[in-house]
């Protein structure tokens, strides 16, 4: 052997070790071809081997040939061995993998009651004619319920009020507020002049559920009390209340009425919101819808609260909040404001 033939039998065999490394295709096809091509029955051990018969000035060359053969084999291993466990670990992960992401279950989101809805457009209408809004118990005194607001004892008008009464205290003295009007008594006690309130929240009468009552309710109450206010300051106020809860067509209308604690009253009613006053189902053919009671703050009540009918004067009104939603939604029986139904609480 010759440096030149040794040189050209370790080319040759780094090119095999390099086609046997390309072809390998597991960790231990890797190790065989680096043994079969730098191991001791390798062409690179023949050539060490050979060294020592070779004429000294050629040695330096083979000796230089092999560790450049031995570097080439070891880095081409190592490429390989690293394409191989990278390629590998991939396809581990590939197996293993889990999923972990979630269903797309957005979670729904709630919205206010149509009665509340109903209610705070009502309080905003209010609120922007300059009114607050008071707030009262729904457990009352029989003083605030009935008799500050001139109902007294035994009068025949307590009938127009099917009461639910509690059981505490004397009999008959602590009930479920049967109407917001008791607010107007507390308010008159507590606030100074002027006055001019909103009072909404729940009340309560012994009455059997039907297509249009329910035995609780919700209704608002307003009051204004001042020096000087006038029938026409309540009219004005129900037609401009009107306008803008219903819009424009809609008209209001007041017709003589009787509570106890208004004088003179009237109850107050807006033109068919459906028909426009051309009679239809839901104003029974008469173009007009009864809302709820108003009239001037009768002396008797103000005298109660503490004030002097000589000096100032006032007007209330009241009606229910399930009424005005059903007029303007279009929803009966009134029940279904309280089955709780999400498919009817979400239509609004
Ligand atoms: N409180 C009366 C009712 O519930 C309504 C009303 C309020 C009437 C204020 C006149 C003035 O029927």
Not at 116 to 125: A, F, I, K, S
Request: aromatic content about 8%.
């Amino acid at each position: 052997m010759n440096a030149s033939v040794a040189t050209e039998r370790l080319d040759r065999a780094l090119a095999s070790a390099r086609d046997a490394l390309a072809s390998a295709a597991t960790l231990a096809d890797v190790a065989a071809a680096e043994r079969e091509y730098g191991g001791k029955r390798s062409v690179v051990a023949e050539v060490r081997e050979a060294i020592k018969g070779l004429d000294p000035a050629d040695r330096p060359v083979v000796g230089q040939a092999l560790r450049e053969f031995a570097d080439s084999l070891a880095s081409a291993v190592a490429d390989r061995r690293d394409a191989l466990s990278a390629a590998e670990a991939e396809s581990r992960y590939a197996l293993e993998r889990l999923d972990l992401t979630l269903g797309g279950h957005a979670r729904p989101r709630g919205h206010l009651h149509l009665v509340t809805q109903v209610q705070r457009e009502l309080e905003d209408v209010f609120v922007a004619l300059g009114y607050q809004v008071a707030e009262g118990p729904e457990v009352e005194d029989d003083w605030h319920n009935f008799e500050a607001l001139n109902f007294p004892p035994g009068h025949p008008a307590r009938a127009m009020q099917d009461t639910l009464y509690v059981d505490l205290g004397r009999p008959e003295q602590v009930l479920m507020r049967t109407h917001t009007s008791p607010v107007q008594i507390r308010s008159m006690e507590t606030r100074e002049l002027p006055i001019f309130v909103v009072a909404p929240g729940r009340t309560y009468r012994n009455e059997t559920l039907d297509a249009r009552h329910s035995p609780v309710f919700h209704q608002i109450e307003g009051l204004a009390v001042d020096r000087g206010i006038t029938f026409g300051d309540l009219a004005g106020t129900l037609e401009a209340f009107t306008s803008d809860y219903f819009g424009e067509a809609v008209t209001a209308r007041l017709l003589p009425s009787y509570f106890p604690f208004t004088e003179p009253s009237a109850e107050f009613a807006v033109s068919c919101v459906f028909c426009h006053g051309a009679g239809c189902r839901v104003c029974s053919n008469t173009g007009w819808i009864e809302l709820g009671g108003c009239g001037m703050v009768d002396p008797n009540v103000l005298t109660a609260a503490g004030l002097d009918p000589e000096e100032v004067s006032g007007f209330a009104f009241g009606f229910g909040l399930e009424r005005m939603a059903m007029i303007r939604y279009g929803v009966e029986p009134i029940k279904t404001f309280f089955d709780n139904d999400v498919r009817f609480l979400e239509q609004y």
